[in-house]
C-alpha cells in the first residue's frame, strides 16, 4: 500500500508527514466489517473535521476574490463548490476512488451511493492534511483541486437555485411550472430517505433522494436539468 499512498501523494501535490492520518482518511468504515484487524479507525471522523475546514478555505477565498458581491452570492457559489457532487467529482480527478478501503458489497455501489462515498472520503482527506500541516497547507490543496472549478460555475451557472432553474427553462421552452410529488419514505424518523419525483404536467421527467424533502426535490431538479 506503501507505494500506491506515494502515486497518490503525487497526485495531490502533498506529502504527508504522518501516513496514518492518509491511511484513515481512506478507510471506509464497511472496510472494519470485513477487516477487524485494520489498526485504524473508519474517516467519518475526519470527514466532519474536513467538511468545516473545506467550508472555511473556501469562504475565505471567495470572499477575497468578490470584494464586491453580497452574501447570498457568495453562498450559493461556495454551494456549488462544496456539494457531494463537485467533491466526488475532485475525487475522481485526482484518482482517489482507486484508494478508497471498502467492503466488497460497497465497492459494487454506483451511482449516488459512490458519489457519496467518494466526497466523503475527499472531506476526511481534507481533515487529515488539515491534521497533519495546519490551516495553510490544507487552503493550497482546496485552492489548486476546488477552487479550479470556480470558472466552469459561473459559467454554467450551477450555483444557482436548481428548482428555480428548471423552472425558468421549462417555462421557456415548454411554458409549464414542473411540480414535485413524494414517491416514497424509507428508513427511521431520525434518518429518513425522501424519493421526489418532478413532473411536467402528468409526465414524470426524473426523480431524487435525500433527507429532507427540499434536498430531495432539489436533487429531483438536478436531475431534471441535466436530462433537458
Do not use: C
Not at 186 to 195: A, C, E, Q
Amino acid at each position: 500500500m506503501a507505494t500506491a499512498l506515494i502515486s497518490l501523494e503525487k497526485k495531490i501535490e502533498y506529502s504527508f508527514k504522518e501516513k496514518d492520518f492518509l491511511k484513515e482518511a481512506l478507510t471506509h468504515r464497511s472496510y472494519l466489517n470485513e477487516n477487524p484487524d485494520w489498526k485504524l479507525p473508519d474517516n467519518e471522523r475526519l470527514e466532519f473535521l474536513g467538511d468545516a475546514v473545506l467550508e472555511l478555505a473556501t469562504t475565505e477565498e471567495l470572499f477575497k476574490r468578490f470584494p464586491d458581491r453580497k452574501e447570498g452570492a457568495l453562498t450559493s457559489y461556495r454551494a456549488a463548490l462544496v456539494n457531494y457532487i463537485m467533491m466526488a467529482r475532485v475525487a475522481l480527478e485526482i484518482g482517489l476512488d482507486k484508494f478508497v478501503l471498502l467492503s466488497k458489497g460497497e465497492a459494487k455501489d454506483a451511482g449516488k451511493a459512490r458519489e457519496v462515498i467518494l466526497a466523503n472520503a475527499m472531506e476526511a482527506l481534507i481533515g487529515a492534511i488539515y491534521l497533519d500541516s495546519g490551516y495553510e497547507a490544507v487552503k493550497k490543496f482546496v485552492v489548486n483541486f476546488v477552487i479550479s472549478h470556480l470558472d466552469e460555475v459561473l459559467k454554467s451557472g450551477s450555483y444557482k437555485d436548481p428548482k428555480s432553474s428548471l423552472q425558468e427553462k421549462a417555462q421557456e421552452k415548454m411554458k409549464i411550472t414542473p411540480g414535485y410529488q413524494v414517491m416514497s419514505e424509507t428508513g427511521p424518523d431520525h434518518d429518513k430517505v425522501f424519493v421526489v419525483g418532478v413532473y411536467f404536467g402528468e409526465k414524470l421527467i426524473a426523480k431524487g433522494s435525500g433527507h429532507s424533502k427540499q434536498e430531495a426535490e432539489a436533487e429531483a431538479a438536478r436531475e431534471a436539468l441535466s436530462i433537458l
